[in-house]
């Protein structure tokens, strides 16, 4: 009798775990419209509550039904991969261009000749023959002590790579794209040696191995283990707008500075962006999507809990970001970010940054 | 039984084990046929040794820690009588519950520079960062501390179960020669358990090898990393392919290695002579010397991450998403893929109870599954995919997953299912088919309820493995199935660990009742 | 009497990589009777049960209930349909299921009602009535073997074969438990095969025994004609104590006796009676239960033990007189190995 029991026991929970959960609703099936909704497929390496209010925005302007796979970009590459034609997916967002450029690579994005995206989007933040287009900006900058360094010491990259920064850099590893993509336009303008010289002086001058995200870098800085630490800007902007007093105190105890190349050349700006998919359907309801999101209403919402910048000039800064510094974009074309990017992983793993 | 040939009627388990191993020779055969080229090169030139370096360090260092923090906590409850012991016999089990990602969520916090730990410190003595040395989370023996104390209980269920397990007479021999405790558990006990020992840790280092989420938050280089690493920074899943098949060379040994010490367990668990001992009363010093060090484990590696979980979650005041589609997501996916691994370990079991050579393929095929990480399961089952032509979406997406759910865990639901079936007379085989039952009569009058037992522990398992599972589900899961790992991963990499805390913890929350029933469940068969 | 068929094995062979490990073996088991298969371990008489039951394929050979081909050169019949009860050195009772279950277990071709019926007829006969509903774990050694026992006869099996079932018996209870548990086998009038290492037991409860040496059947008869006339010196030795003595050692009425001219004798001890005859002097006593065992020096060089009940107890270094019965001496010179 125990035996059994066990068994009766045992099963039962595992019918009960299935049937006490009723399907989660699947966005596809759950539409009862009489007539068929047009359904726009959207593959987003993001994930943020604004984003999704603001889905629901343009569904209900636009009239269609909006699916959403959230992901992260390397796996939605290989999922429409292994899709090919089949694949639903209309629009992809994803944030760097280094990133947007991997998917174009793959071939899964076609070049899309808008005259309404190209006016909206400037030049250089768009891909040169409209496989993708700008959303917002994203800035790689320098958090660090103010105590310790003045703004004119850290004004350019090449100063972090001095000896007097030894043991005082914190930054993460370097097969993350932010930094791919740093070190892409910088083999860019200097050519592979250099780049591969200033990285090697880079790790020379690090305060610990690669370590955690970017805003862990910035902790560490007010935790007195370096005091400088290689983060994009909005990192440190949502620390200082962050519940907890420790993180608000941990930003104001830092601050962040957007460095050039070299005197007068211009900052390293990225975006996150929008691709029109090589399968989708209807090219333009996509395109309405993206310029739905290049509206300031899809401005705001996009950079409302990222603290990005806005990428029209219009637009309202999220708050927050009032802190960051002015800077003047270096103009590289964003295709370089993906070209250089496999070299870029080369050179990290040869100066041995982890 | 007629005579060893290989019968028409091993061909369906042979197939369905085929099945169930598709994924993982599906990326294997890409790693090893796809062309190499440049980045390979520089892997196999730059990276690999280190990777591979790495990986066996994380391993070692966790298997040093795994048998610390097990087997002196095992041989103590099971032999001893202290204050606690009856809570911590079973509360010991608790930390698999906790995903080896959340585990490293947690100490990352409470270890960090900014932590509360350290900033205890440099309040207390005024230091700056860099006057004192901390450990550090972030490095191979951080990453191989979170996995062994997430990972941990496997050994100890083993060891509890090979102490338990052992002649009385052989520890009364030894008494009566004059042993003192200590050397009884130095002369006798361990060696006689220790090959069962080995054998648990040698799973459990199977599913550290297979770890993703942990080593990747720590950036630990390790070989499961550089899968991910070559795949998202070379854009090549070929490489990926390749690194895995390395991986799965490692994780084959560790599988052959427990096989060879199982072996070596002997006649142990025949016949009545063997019962458990009775337990000693320990003096009240050793005592609470017992209590506290069990008590510190479970402080370890459960109290502690999960409390400062709970800290963050309220003052941040993180709660404002509504977390019940995830929690009802996450739950009805464990549910159906336990459904389908426990039905696939039951097939293996069963069908390969009679034929060695079948067994032998089937362990083999689901311990290469158990141990490649769930992003390599996902690659093979996107080429998958990609030959079939289908989109990743609906029911076929959700196929594609419990297919990978199965194909990864049939192996730890296997485990307890051999382990009951090894503890049966052989002869109740011959007896049943004697009186005239086979097939599926004798499937259901004997095979299921002499199972019944295994059969509940390998179910639970599943069901926490599957609650744990993260990179498979975030690759083929379709729209609207997110889980709470799924959510947790995404917060985590974006860098809102507050958020990120509340998914983490309800995954804990959701995976405590089955650990708790499985406890439950180890120390009743242990008393009867 | 019976009109039950009997069991009929007849030249069946089975090798294992290479190895002969039951060679040729013919063996009839007579309905309502219990034959006991004996011989050491390793002898083959596992396989060849395992063959009988169909749980092993023979090389060669058939198995025949009667006229009904159970295995042959065409024929196999699988376990599961043999209809053949098993009786298992651990009993293998079902430890899910009470005594009623594990009895009812093989009826399940009766419809409910019925399989109470007969389950219950069988506990019954069996002695069981009381534990009816109990589990394995909580009966007695004994109980669990006659509960093996009714399990493998409630189905009404054409044979009967049992695999050392008493070996794990407490020994003070089981002269009872066999005599209890072979009655109920020969009341259901069925070929009954009783396969043992110890000869007394297969000396005293069955009605024919076969003796398994290296794979071969030696010899197959009633327990009397197998204890006293063995036809071979294994044979011999499987059933008792067997000694052995050069025929010049000894004295020469023993020898005239026997009459044959053989150089070596075997002998049990209780050749060897103590009273009269010829005088020789006591070099060493053992006391075993009812009867004493001593070792006899016939000369400086010779010593023959003898098996005697004596009136007293009796001493190292004392002259007694013994007598020799020549009905259990063998001579094999004749039957060479």
New interface residues.
């Given amino acids: 009798?125990?035996?059994?029991t066990?068994?009766i026991?045992?099963l039962s929970?595992?019918v009960g775990?299935?049937a006490?959960?009723?399907?989660?609703?699947?966005?596809?099936?759950s539409a009862t419209v009489a007539e068929p909704q047009r359904t726009l497929?959207l593959y987003s390496a993001r994930?943020y509550?604004s984003d999704k209010a603001l889905y629901a925005m343009f569904e209900e302007q636009a009239g269609v039904n909006l699916?959403?796979?959230?992901?992260?970009a390397?796996?939605l590459?290989?999922?429409m991969?292994?899709?090919?034609?089949?694949?639903?997916a209309d629009v992809i967002i994803t944030a760097d261009a280094g990133s947007l450029w991997?998917f174009q690579?793959?071939g899964l994005t076609q070049a899309v000749a808008s005259d309404d995206l190209s006016a909206a989007v400037p030049q250089n933040y768009r891909q040169s023959q409209g496989h993708w287009y700008g959303l917002a900006r994203r800035l790689r900058g320098i958090a660090y002590d103010p105590a310790r360094w003045s703004a004119e010491d850290l004004a350019t990259w090449d100063k972090l790579a001095e000896e007097d920064k030894s043991g005082e850099i914190c930054v993460?590893?370097s097969?993350n794209?932010y930094n791919?993509s740093l070190m892409s336009e910088i083999i860019h303008r200097y050519g592979a040696d250099d780049a591969q010289a200033w990285a090697t002086a880079i790790v020379g001058n690090m305060a610990?191995?690669?370590?955690?995200?970017?805003?862990?870098q910035i902790?560490?800085i007010?935790?007195?283990?370096c005091s400088i630490a290689i983060v994009n800007h909005y990192?440190w902007v949502?620390l200082g707008a962050?519940?907890?007093e420790?993180d608000r105190n941990?930003a104001t105890s830092t601050t962040f500075l957007v460095p050039e190349f070299s005197e007068g050349s211009g900052s390293h700006v990225n975006i996150t962006g929008a691709a029109i998919s090589a399968t989708a359907d209807d090219v333009a309801l996509a395109e309405e999507f993206i310029a739905f999101l290049l509206t300031d209403t899809g401005q705001s919402y996009l950079t409302r809990d990222t603290k990005e910048l806005p990428l029209l000039d219009g637009s309202a800064l999220p708050t927050g970001v009032e802190n960051v510094p002015e800077f003047i974009a270096s103009g590289t074309s964003l295709d370089v970010y993906g070209e250089n990017?496999?070299e870029a992983?080369?050179l990290f793993?040869?100066a041995g940054w982890? | 039984m007629p005579r060893f040939t290989l019968s028409p009627r091993v061909i369906p388990p042979a197939l369905f084990i085929g099945l169930v191993g598709l994924p993982v020779l599906v990326a294997v055969y890409t790693g090893l046929t796809a062309g190499g080229g440049e980045?390979w090169d520089?892997i196999l030139n730059?990276?690999l040794v280190p990777y591979t370096l790495t990986t066996l360090i994380v391993l070692a260092v966790s298997a040093v820690m795994m048998l610390g923090l097990a087997v002196p906590a095992a041989w103590l409850t099971s032999l001893y009588e202290f204050p606690g012991r009856r809570f911590f016999s079973w509360a010991l089990i608790l930390p698999l519950a906790m995903p080896g990602y959340v585990m490293a969520y947690a100490w990352?916090d409470l270890m960090?520079?900014?932590g509360p730990l350290?900033?205890s410190i440099?309040e207390m003595t005024g230091w700056?960062?860099?006057d004192y040395w901390f450990p550090?989370l972030?490095?191979a023996p951080g990453l191989a501390f979170v996995l062994a104390s997430t990972l941990f209980p496997y050994v100890y269920i083993t060891a509890r179960a090979a102490f338990t397990m052992q002649s009385l007479a052989t520890l009364e021999a030894a008494r009566s020669l004059g042993t003192p405790p200590l050397g009884l558990f130095w002369k006798v006990g361990l060696p006689v358990a220790l090959p069962t020992i080995l054998a648990g840790v040698s799973l459990a280092l199977m599913e550290a090898a297979a770890d993703y989420g942990a080593a990747d938050f720590?950036?630990v280089?390790t070989l499961g990393v550089g899968i991910?690493?070559s795949?998202?920074?070379?854009?090549q899943?070929d490489t990926a392919a390749r690194l895995a098949l390395m991986l799965i060379l490692i994780a084959s040994a560790f599988l052959i290695s427990a096989r060879v010490f199982q072996g070596q367990r002997g006649s142990q668990q025949t016949s009545k002579r063997w019962l458990t001992p009775r337990r000693t009363p320990l003096p009240a010093i050793w005592g609470a010397a017992a209590s506290l060090l069990c008590a510190s484990i479970l402080l370890l590696c459960f109290a502690a991450p999960v409390l400062r979980l709970i800290w963050l979650v309220v003052?941040?005041?993180a709660a404002t998403?509504d977390f019940w589609?995830l929690l009802?997501?996450t739950?009805?996916l464990?549910?159906?893929g336990?459904?389908g691994a426990?039905t696939a370990a039951l097939v293996f079991t069963l069908a390969t109870k009679r034929s060695g050579a079948l067994r032998f393929g089937a362990r083999m095929v689901a311990a290469a599954g158990y141990a490649a990480p769930g992003v390599v399961l996902?690659?093979g089952a996107?080429?998958i995919?990609?030959v079939s032509?289908?989109?990743?979406?609906?029911s076929i997406a959700i196929g594609f997953l419990l297919w990978i759910y199965v194909s990864r865990f049939t192996s730890a639901g296997v485990e307890p299912l051999q382990s009951t079936i090894d503890r049966l007379p052989k002869s109740l085989d011959d007896a049943t088919r004697s009186l005239g039952v086979r097939g599926v009569r004798q499937l259901f009058r004997v095979d299921?309820?002499?199972l019944?037992?295994g059969?509940?522990a390998a179910?639970l398992i599943l069901?926490v493995e599957i609650l744990k599972e993260l990179p498979a589900t975030?690759?083929l899961r379709?729209?609207?199935?997110?889980t709470l790992a799924v959510?947790a991963h995404?917060?985590a990499?974006?860098?809102?660990?507050?958020q990120a805390t509340l998914p983490s913890l309800l995954i804990v929350l959701a995976g405590l009742i089955p650990v708790i029933?499985l406890s439950w469940?180890l120390s009743r068969t242990e008393r009867t | 009497m019976s009109l039950n068929p009997s069991l009929i094995a007849q030249g069946l062979s089975r090798s294992f990589s290479g190895r002969t490990v039951v060679d040729q073996a013919n063996l009839l088991i007579e309905p309502g009777q219990v034959t006991a298969l004996i011989g050491p371990s390793g002898s083959g008489k596992t396989t060849l049960l395992r063959m009988l039951a169909g749980m092993e394929t023979p090389d060669t050979g058939t198995v025949r209930s009667g006229e009904d081909v159970l295995s042959g050169p065409q024929t196999f019949i699988p376990i599961e349909k043999r209809r053949i009860g098993l009786v298992f050195q651990d009993f293998a009772l079902f430890?899910?299921l009470?005594v009623l279950g594990n009895v009812m277990f093989g009826l399940h071709k009766l419809p409910k009602p019925d399989r109470v019926l007969q389950a219950d007829i069988w506990i019954e006969r069996l002695g069981l009535a009381h534990r009816r509903d109990a589990?394995p774990h909580q009966l007695s050694g004994g109980e669990q073997q006659r509960t093996a026992i009714a399990r493998a006869l409630a189905p009404k099996p054409v044979a009967i074969l049992l695999d050392e079932p008493f070996s794990g018996l407490d020994p003070a209870m089981r002269d009872q438990a066999r005599t209890a548990a072979l009655e109920a086998v020969r009341a259901a009038e069925i070929p009954a095969l009783l396969v043992t290492h110890d000869a007394a037991e297969a000396l005293v409860h069955a009605d024919q025994v076969a003796v398994i040496h290296e794979g071969r059947i030696l010899q197959s008869d009633t327990p009397d004609m197998v204890y006293r006339s063995p036809n071979n010196i294994a044979v011999a030795r499987a059933l008792g104590p067997l000694h052995e003595i050069a025929a010049s050692s000894l004295p020469d009425a023993w020898r005239a006796q026997l009459g044959t001219t053989s150089e070596t004798f075997y002998y049990r001890p209780e050749a060897i009676r103590v009273g009269e005859g010829v005088a020789c002097t006591i070099s060493r006593t053992r006391l075993a239960g009812p009867t004493t065992q001593l070792d006899l020096k016939l000369s400086e060089t010779a010593t023959i033990v003898a098996a005697c009940q004596p009136g007293r107890a009796l001493a190292a270094g004392e002259t007694v007189r013994a007598s020799l019965n020549p009905d259990f001496v063998f001579d094999f010179s004749e039957k060479p190995l």
């Fill in positions: 009798m125990t035996y059994r066990h068994m026991v045992g929970l595992l775990a299935v006490a959960c009723s399907n989660p609703t699947e966005p596809a099936d497929t994930h509550d699916d959403v796979r959230e992901s992260r390397d796996q590459i290989e999922t991969k292994a899709e090919g034609d089949q694949s639903p991997r690579d793959a993460r590893s097969s794209i791919l610990r191995n690669p370590q955690g995200g970017d805003t862990d902790r560490a007010a935790a007195g283990e990192y949502r962050s519940e907890k420790a941990v990017q496999a992983q080369r793993d040869l982890n | 980045t520089h730059n990276r990352a960090g520079v900014a350290q900033a440099r700056s960062a860099r550090n972030f490095s720590l950036g280089q991910v690493r795949w998202m920074s070379f854009g899943a003052e941040t005041r998403q589609p009802r997501t739950l009805l464990g549910a159906m336990t459904l426990f996902g690659l996107l080429y995919l990609k032509g289908q989109a990743l979406s609906g299921l309820p002499l019944a037992p059969a509940i179910g069901f975030l690759m379709p729209f609207g199935w997110d959510q995404a917060y990499t974006d860098e809102r660990l507050p029933l469940r | 430890p899910h009470s589990y």
